[in-house]
């Protein structure tokens, strides 16, 4: 089976997109080893708060797979005071840490949110906060919450304050439909950007998490638009002859890698965004394609089969000759760098079947981390511990997301309609 393995192009795929409904998570496989924390339930004074605050963060930290909350059936105190708690108690339990808290109405749909976190066996508080959160963000406000909690127990940063894009596609009174949505890192508050009859593709987050560039094939053929995601201001970047497809930012924003076939063949250009100046960077008689930068934006790695089959290239981003990176494999495609820039999420194909990878760039080690047959469109968190892509279950199209190392396992699932090519934002401006 030849996948479809470019964004190839683009105008061969009609992938995903349409309904508003919420992603439901489903954990498939735990990581041994997590971490036991109690996280109670947050007292609340005055008007009861809109949102579990406390479910959310532990639900957060669950996803992570660092972290196993103790279900709260299981908890032995509910305590929102530091007085209240009795460390001894928790001990017994077996929880490392501890998380109490409370979300105070101020009225007007204004909230304070306060919490606390716990070392349990040292007795002593390791870090709390006092938030403000209207009804509206008071979800946001918990997802940030679990970002602190997360990188004071691992020293990374959390990334739950994030978004994912993805295209959804639903047949309704026999025609198909294509929506482009954004939704939390949890699949909630689904919002829908656009909404088309003809294939949407190739969402890319700009890297100030404000904009998206995508594929439409809104006028009978490939073109790329970039949209304000709070305006919804939305403006044509590339219409020229033949494939337009592949969008992808510079890690400055000042310009953006893309695939035409302007000259004829399926070529990797580079487009000045501030005077629309553009510059081929590949020459070859195969097709190059899915063009991602380097997160210090010295080089770009895509897709080629120059050498017989689908392999990756790096490349300067100044253009020049491109080395081949990939070795193992019939086929290896559409990659995401690793926020520190040292490895590569990418689609490995080997006997008919498609699996997500990584690639260490430094000793070469391609290890698979996914379980489907039909796996694409690997995109790191921005933290570098998920990789989120479309895979199928039940001939229909998912996200499912698994931890770089390939230990841990989750499920997004709508209950109708395919979702596909999932790329997960930069982190909030508020960090």
Not at 53 to 68: C, E, H, K, N, T
Not at 111 to 135: C, E, H, I, K, M
Not at 252 to 271: F, H, K, V, W
Not at 318 to 324: T, V
Request: with cysteine; aromatic share 8%.
């Amino acid at each position: 089976m030849k996948k479809i393995w470019l964004s190839i192009v683009t105008v061969l795929l009609c992938l995903p997109g349409w309904l508003q409904a919420a992603l439901t998570i489903e954990i498939t496989q735990g990581m041994e080893g997590a971490v036991p924390i109690a996280v109670v339930p947050f007292a609340s004074a005055g008007q009861p708060a809109p949102e579990n605050v406390a479910q959310i963060i532990a639900a957060d930290l669950a996803r992570s797979g660092r972290f196993a909350p103790t279900a709260e059936q299981d908890l032995i105190a509910r305590p929102s005071e530091v007085a209240a708690v009795r460390f001894q108690d928790w001990r017994t339990l077996g929880v490392d840490n501890l998380v109490i808290g409370k979300v105070d109405a101020l009225g007007g749909g204004q909230y304070r949110v306060q919490f606390r976190v716990f070392d349990v066996f040292r007795g002593r508080q390791l870090t709390g906060y006092s938030l403000p959160a209207s009804a509206d963000n008071l979800r946001h406000v918990a997802h940030r919450i679990a970002d602190i909690i997360y990188e004071k127990l691992t020293g990374e940063p959390g990334a739950f304050a994030t978004r994912i894009a993805y295209v959804i596609s639903e047949s309704r009174n026999g025609q198909k439909q294509y929506e482009l949505q954004l939704a939390d890192s949890d699949g909630y508050n689904p919002s829908t950007l656009l909404t088309s009859p003809q294939p949407l593709m190739s969402p890319s987050w700009s890297p100030d998490g404000r904009k998206l560039a995508y594929v439409s094939f809104e006028k009978g053929r490939a073109s790329i638009f970039v949209q304000d995601i709070g305006t919804g201001q939305r403006s044509e970047l590339a219409s020229f002859a033949g494939i337009n497809g592949a969008p992808s930012w510079s890690p400055d924003g000042r310009s953006m890698a893309l695939t035409l076939s302007r000259d004829g063949n399926p070529e990797i250009y580079r487009l000045q965004l501030s005077d629309k100046k553009l510059t081929r960077l590949t020459k070859s008689a195969g097709i190059d394609t899915e063009p991602v930068f380097a997160p210090d934006g010295n080089s770009i790695v895509f897709t080629s089969d120059r050498g017989g089959s689908p392999q990756l290239y790096r490349m300067p981003v100044s253009g020049g000759r491109a080395q081949r990176v990939t070795f193992e494999g019939s086929y290896n495609a559409s990659a995401d760098f690793s926020p520190d820039g040292r490895s590569l999420a990418l689609v490995h194909g080997e006997g008919g079947r498609y699996q997500i990878a990584t690639l260490d760039l430094d000793n070469r080690l391609l290890r698979i981390v996914s379980e489907g047959r039909l796996d694409e469109s690997p995109s790191y968190a921005p933290n570098g511990s998920m990789i989120i892509y479309a895979t199928e279950t039940g001939r229909r199209g998912v996200l499912a997301a698994v931890s770089s190392d390939g230990r841990f396992r989750q499920q997004f699932s709508l209950r109708e309609g395919n979702v596909r090519e999932p790329v997960w934002s930069p982190m909030p401006k508020e960090r």
